[in-house]
């Protein structure tokens, strides 16, 4: 079984993802841990970014400058679309060669649409927060940024209906972990694959 995950940047996926990881046997694959893995291990994928975006992006290690680069693709559509672009192929790469394995898989991507990871799914979950302001606190907490820099995180993502409309199952984050279990124990796939 592969399940997608996404939503929104502080929509509660790793949340999701955790209880999936404990109370069913599943194993997570993060897509965005896969990113800044390939940042630092994979050369090619790093040189890439470096050839859209300038040496500018790195720090003076040579290693690059996370959060600057994340100024750059969240106040600019385009560059936000360039980088996607050249991420999209080495992910999909990666999450690929971890598919091989037989085992139960979720997919915790917040562009799994967008990279076009669903295909790869079972089926797909859109994890949805209900208040923007706990969405913006988790964001400014688990990236250490600004308030102001988590907004224009939020409104460069795709509206909340993007997800809905494209997914098999919506689990809504009221950030109350026991809600959350209870809405996925009522996704009928997950009652096959319980530890």
Same mark, same amino acid.
């Given at each position: 079984m592969?399940?997608g &995950?996404?939503?929104?940047?502080?929509?509660?996926?790793s949340?999701a993802c955790?209880i999936?990881?404990?109370?069913?046997d599943i194993?997570i694959?993060d897509?965005? #841990? *896969?990113a800044?893995?390939?940042?630092?291990?994979n050369k090619?994928?790093?040189?890439? &970014?470096?050839?859209?975006f300038?040496?500018? &992006?790195?720090?003076?290690?040579?290693t690059?400058?996370?959060?600057?680069?994340?100024n750059?693709?969240?106040t600019?559509?385009?560059?936000r679309?360039?980088? =996607?672009?050249? $991420?999209?192929k080495?992910? $999909?790469?990666?999450?690929?060669? #971890?598919?091989k394995e037989?085992k139960?898989f979720?997919?915790?991507?917040?562009?799994?649409i967008?990279?076009?990871?669903?295909?790869?799914?079972?089926?797909t979950i859109?994890? &949805?927060?209900t208040?923007?302001r706990?969405q913006l606190?988790r964001?400014?907490k688990?990236d250490?940024?600004?308030?102001?820099?988590?907004? #224009?995180?939020?409104?460069?993502?795709?509206?909340?209906?993007f997800? $809905?409309?494209?997914?098999?199952?919506i *689990?809504? =984050?009221?950030d109350? *972990?026991k809600q959350?279990?209870k809405?996925?124990?009522?996704?009928p796939?997950?009652? =096959?694959?319980?530890k």
């Open positions: 592969i399940i &995950i996404t939503g929104s940047s502080g929509a509660g996926k949340t955790e999936l990881s404990e109370k069913y194993e694959i897509a965005d #841990k *896969i800044r893995k390939l940042t630092d291990t090619a994928y790093l040189n890439e &970014i470096v050839s859209k300038g040496e500018d &992006i790195l720090l003076e290690d040579g690059l400058n996370r959060r600057k680069l994340a750059i693709i969240y600019d559509r385009d560059k679309h360039l980088l =996607n672009s050249c $991420t999209f080495y992910i $999909t790469n990666e999450v690929k060669e #971890k598919l037989n139960n979720a997919i915790d991507a917040p562009l799994l967008e990279c076009k990871l669903n295909r790869l799914c079972d089926i859109a994890v &949805i927060a208040n923007r706990d606190n964001i400014i688990r250490n940024i600004t308030e102001d820099e988590a907004n #224009k995180r939020l409104n460069a993502q795709k509206p909340n209906k997800y $809905t409309s494209r997914c098999d199952y *689990i809504l =984050n009221d109350h *972990i959350m279990e809405q996925l124990e009522k996704i796939e997950l009652n =096959n694959i319980t």
